[in-house]
């Protein structure tokens, strides 16, 4: 079954940024059908910050042909070996909203159990350089509503250089994240994502853009010292 995975590492600063500059991810890697390399960012967090752009910390967004190709990766490559001492999520492909080259969406797609059921949404864009300082504007309100939203067990933001940006946010239920979606939430100033995809829909930020969601299923290794961020979901190693 096709799967997608999300990793998260630390690496030394200097290592980390040679990796920025030489994908350490191979186009040839067995059963890969496409990776994104990226570094982290806090949500929310100002723009001229330390805690803007996490040097040290590592995002990885991929597609796999099957688990077994992930799981010889993980084992035999070297850096999926570094990789695999870091914290990642498999995923089951639910649904899509807009498009992004590289990944392969599936034909077959899973179907969560209920609206409470554990649910992971990655998006995933090519920004239009003249359109960053009004993203920015709209865009921050947004991080910082999932940062701090009850639902969202764990959130966090990407970037890839020159202009690849990405969210990666899991939420205990399905309700809860397309409640937020909506402007429906129980929080202050709910209304922010809701302003802002109009905003989008008025003049677009990106030159491509997509919203994924998934069905978690399997969680390995830990994060800053965390473990367990599906609900009620056992962890692996």
């Not at 554990?118 to 865009?139: N, S």
């Not at 929080?187 to 997509?210: C, L």
């Not at 965390?226 to 962890?235: C, E, S, V």
């Amino acid at each position: 079954m096709n799967i997608f995975s999300y990793h998260l590492v630390k690496l030394p600063f200097f290592f980390a940024i040679k990796k920025i500059f030489s994908n350490p991810i191979s186009n040839k890697t067995k059963g890969l059908i496409h990776s994104e390399y990226m570094t982290a960012m806090t949500l929310g967090s100002p723009i001229i910050s330390t805690s803007r752009f996490l040097i040290g910390q590592v995002a990885v967004f991929m597609q796999w042909e099957n688990e077994a190709a992930l799981a010889k990766y993980l084992e035999q490559d070297s850096f999926g070996q570094i990789l695999a001492k870091g914290w990642h999520i498999r995923l089951s492909f639910i649904r899509e909203w807009g498009k992004f080259s590289g990944f392969q969406i599936p034909t077959n797609k899973s179907q969560l159990d209920s609206a409470t059921s554990p649910v992971v949404a990655i998006t995933i864009a090519k920004m239009k350089p003249l359109a960053v300082p009004r993203f920015i504007y709209w865009g921050r309100p947004v991080e910082k509503l999932v940062r701090d939203h009850p639902g969202a067990t764990l959130s966090l933001a990407s970037v890839k250089f020159p202009n690849t940006v990405s969210t990666f946010s899991i939420w205990k239920t399905e309700k809860e994240m397309t409640d937020m979606v909506r402007g429906h939430s129980e929080v202050q100033n709910p209304k922010r994502h809701s302003d802002a995809m109009k905003e989008r829909e008025r003049k677009n930020f990106h030159f491509e853009f997509t919203t994924l969601r998934f069905k978690p299923i399997g969680e390995f290794g830990e994060w800053k010292g965390k473990t367990n961020f599906i609900p009620n979901q056992k962890i692996n190693h």
